[in-house]
């Protein structure tokens, strides 16, 4: 037993350290980028084709993270390895078809579509050559779904979890290599090849799992006719979320060139933020909430529930504070370089400002998701969906006339806030009345807190007002920080308490 936990923590401790290298190098990758080819019309032009690619391979996308794996799995354990290799082959090989077709069809159809975006001719020339390049991406991402699916349900986590880095190094590497003359044929080429070299890492953990390809695509079989069933509440969700990230595109290519690419590195930077913090702890959540539910052990859940939004206002909360007025500051210091010029440093950082508060709506969204995941309930989360994403359309819609790309991030952080409200409300339909009191009465000592915080980060702002960016961010974060943590400690927030307790339990236990 000591040697298997001691492998379990070494495992741990591999599985993160490579998970964070992944996304340091993805924050690396987007600051290049930045730097070769800047915020206008080629970053304009190729995010408008990464929307493509992403929304055509959402079916296959969703279909290999959400099916594939539990029908693996059962197959596996019911029918044996080799049944479990056949379903896994005809899997690849519809999904493969799939995008081969897809592709053809966008091919011939992306003109039609660039019609509609507010890209005068030579940029809609520049767009429709991005997406042409990319859209060959999509057979190659049927692989890396796919790959990553059969390694977690064969419980080989290293593989999947590794496919970053040699995304990001290899796009890092090709666009320096390309340089900014290459335009977006460059941009385009280098992420696609990105794709493949994450291909090349699987091919070395595949063989150890007596992996056999053959081409074998059978739509009618029994697997996939179940399989639909359960994917079409997941696929509807996120064909919500895509549908809401198109119109946001649609509306930025109408406020001039770089809002598209502005809009795209602000997010860049919230999706950073919620990748180092948020996911894992919404992750690590929902493995003790399904182990609960397993056991009908509800009040269990819901002490996880509140023990975790309570650790995620506690966390953000203060990020938010502080990074607000810093906002020019921290765009300046991590893209405003090469090509990226003062006037992308203004537009990325009226998105980011605005896209900040959100970040909250985010986090909880994200666990709440899960929770009702957990209950195997997937219609409530996609009706409030698909009244969160109306509204947030219709707030981008009306507030980018008075507000610019800002416009389009507020309503962004409206839309999330609501989901996540809306998402507590029939939580608290569906189960009754869960405990709440304990965590809204912590919840306003949090907000008590963040008063003193934002008044510290706003004086040493006034006082470093003639110093460079990175020291009046460094003195932001430090001081707000420590202003932050002793009025949580005064007000004995519960929240500082559980995060004690979880590295007391996690680092001193282990030592």
Same mark, same amino acid.
């Given at each position: 037993?000591?040697?298997?936990?001691?492998?379990?923590?070494?495992?741990?401790?591999?599985?993160?350290?490579?998970?964070?290298?992944?996304?340091?190098?993805?924050?690396?990758?987007?600051?290049?980028?930045?730097?070769?080819?800047?915020?206008?019309?080629?970053?304009?032009?190729?995010?408008?084709?990464?929307?493509?690619?992403?929304?055509?391979?959402?079916?296959?996308?969703?279909?290999?993270?959400?099916?594939?794996?539990?029908?693996?799995?059962?197959?596996?354990?019911?029918?044996?390895?080799?049944?479990? !290799?056949?379903?896994?082959?005809?899997?690849?090989? #519809?999904?493969? +078809? *799939?995008?081969?077709? =897809?592709? &053809?069809?966008? /091919? %011939?159809?992306?003109?039609?579509?660039?019609?509609?975006?507010?890209?005068?001719?030579?940029?809609?020339?520049?767009?429709?050559?991005?997406?042409?390049?990319?859209?060959?991406?999509?057979?190659?991402?049927?692989?890396?779904?796919?790959?990553?699916?059969?390694?977690?349900?064969?419980?080989?986590?290293?593989?999947?979890?590794?496919?970053?880095?040699?995304?990001?190094?290899?796009?890092?590497?090709?666009? !320096?290599?390309?340089?900014?003359?290459?335009?977006? #044929?460059?941009? +385009? *080429?280098?992420?696609? =090849?990105? &794709?493949?070299? /994450? %291909?090349?890492?699987?091919?070395?953990?595949?063989?150890?799992?007596?992996?056999?390809?053959?081409?074998?695509?059978?739509?009618?079989?029994?697997?996939?006719?179940?399989?639909?069933?359960?994917?079409?509440?997941?696929?509807?969700?996120?064909?919500?979320?895509?549908?809401?990230?198109?119109?946001?595109?649609?509306?930025?290519?109408?406020?001039?060139?770089?809002?598209?690419?502005?809009?795209?590195?602000?997010?860049?930077?919230?999706?950073?933020?919620?990748?180092?913090?948020?996911?894992?702890?919404?992750?690590?959540?929902?493995?003790?909430?399904?182990?609960?539910?397993?056991?009908?052990?509800?009040?269990?859940?819901?002490?996880?529930?509140?023990?975790?939004?309570?650790?995620?206002?506690?966390?953000?909360?203060?990020?938010?504070?502080?990074?607000?007025?810093?906002?020019?500051?921290?765009?300046?210091?991590?893209?405003?370089?090469?090509?990226?010029?003062?006037?992308?440093?203004?537009?990325?950082?009226?998105?980011?400002?605005?896209?900040?508060?959100?970040?909250?709506?985010?986090?909880?969204?994200?666990?709440?998701?899960?929770?009702?995941?957990?209950?195997?309930?997937?219609?409530?989360?996609?009706?409030?969906?698909?009244?969160?994403?109306?509204?947030?359309?219709?707030?981008?819609?009306?507030?980018?006339?008075?507000?610019?790309?800002?416009?389009?991030?507020?309503?962004?952080?409206?839309?999330?806030?609501?989901?996540?409200?809306?998402?507590?409300?029939?939580?608290?339909?569906?189960?009754?009345?869960?405990?709440?009191?304990?965590?809204?009465?912590?919840?306003?000592?949090?907000?008590?807190?963040?008063?003193?915080?934002?008044?510290?980060?706003?004086?040493?702002?006034?006082?470093?007002?003639?110093?460079?960016?990175?020291?009046?961010?460094?003195?932001?974060?430090?001081?707000?920080?420590?202003?932050?943590?002793?009025?949580?400690?005064?007000?004995?927030?519960?929240?500082?308490?559980?995060?004690?307790?979880?590295?007391?339990?996690?680092?001193?236990?282990?030592?």
């Amino acid at each position: 037993m000591p040697n298997q936990k001691s492998n379990i923590i070494n495992t741990v401790v591999i599985i993160t350290a490579a998970t964070a290298a992944s996304k340091l190098l993805g924050f690396v990758r987007e600051m290049v980028i930045a730097y070769v080819f800047g915020a206008g019309a080629v970053t304009d032009a190729y995010a408008v084709a990464a929307r493509f690619v992403t929304t055509a391979g959402l079916l296959v996308s969703v279909y290999l993270a959400v099916v594939f794996v539990p029908t693996y799995v059962r197959i596996r354990q019911n029918q044996g390895e080799e049944s479990a !290799l056949r379903f896994s082959n005809n899997a690849v090989s #519809v999904s493969f +078809t *799939i995008n081969v077709l =897809l592709m &053809i069809l966008l /091919q %011939i159809g992306a003109p039609l579509v660039l019609r509609f975006t507010g890209f005068g001719a030579e940029q809609a020339s520049l767009a429709l050559v991005g997406v042409r390049i990319a859209l060959l991406q999509l057979p190659f991402l049927t692989f890396v779904h796919f790959f990553g699916g059969y390694l977690t349900a064969r419980k080989s986590f290293l593989g999947p979890n590794l496919i970053g880095i040699p995304l990001n190094i290899a796009t890092i590497a090709l666009c !320096l290599v390309l340089g900014t003359q290459s335009g977006v #044929v460059g941009l +385009t *080429i280098a992420c696609s =090849l990105g &794709i493949v070299a /994450q %291909i090349l890492v699987y091919l070395i953990w595949l063989p150890k799992e007596k992996y056999r390809y053959s081409f074998l695509p059978r739509f009618n079989t029994p697997e996939m006719r179940a399989g639909v069933k359960i994917l079409i509440p997941a696929l509807l969700g996120s064909a919500l979320i895509e549908l809401n990230l198109w119109v946001d595109t649609f509306i930025a290519t109408f406020l001039g060139e770089g809002n598209v690419a502005a809009i795209v590195f602000a997010s860049r930077l919230i999706s950073f933020v919620s990748g180092l913090i948020v996911f894992p702890a919404a992750g690590m959540a929902f493995a003790y909430m399904s182990e609960y539910a397993a056991r009908n052990e509800i009040s269990k859940m819901l002490g996880t529930l509140w023990r975790t939004i309570r650790m995620i206002l506690f966390v953000v909360l203060p990020i938010i504070i502080i990074s607000i007025p810093s906002g020019f500051d921290i765009v300046r210091l991590v893209y405003q370089r090469g090509q990226f010029t003062l006037e992308a440093t203004i537009l990325t950082g009226s998105a980011l400002i605005w896209y900040l508060p959100g970040l909250l709506g985010l986090a909880l969204h994200t666990f709440l998701l899960r929770f009702f995941y957990v209950l195997q309930d997937t219609k409530t989360p996609m009706f409030c969906g698909i009244f969160s994403i109306s509204v947030n359309i219709v707030l981008s819609i009306i507030l980018s006339r008075y507000m610019g790309i800002a416009g389009i991030a507020l309503a962004t952080s409206v839309g999330s806030g609501l989901s996540s409200v809306l998402l507590l409300i029939a939580l608290r339909l569906k189960l009754g009345p869960m405990g709440f009191g304990e965590t809204a009465r912590d919840s306003l000592k949090l907000l008590v807190c963040v008063a003193p915080c934002a008044l510290a980060v706003l004086g040493v702002r006034f006082l470093l007002q003639g110093q460079n960016s990175l020291i009046r961010f460094a003195a932001s974060v430090c001081v707000g920080g420590i202003i932050y943590i002793i009025s949580a400690f005064l007000l004995k927030g519960m929240a500082l308490r559980d995060l004690i307790e979880i590295l007391r339990a996690r680092f001193i236990k282990t030592i």
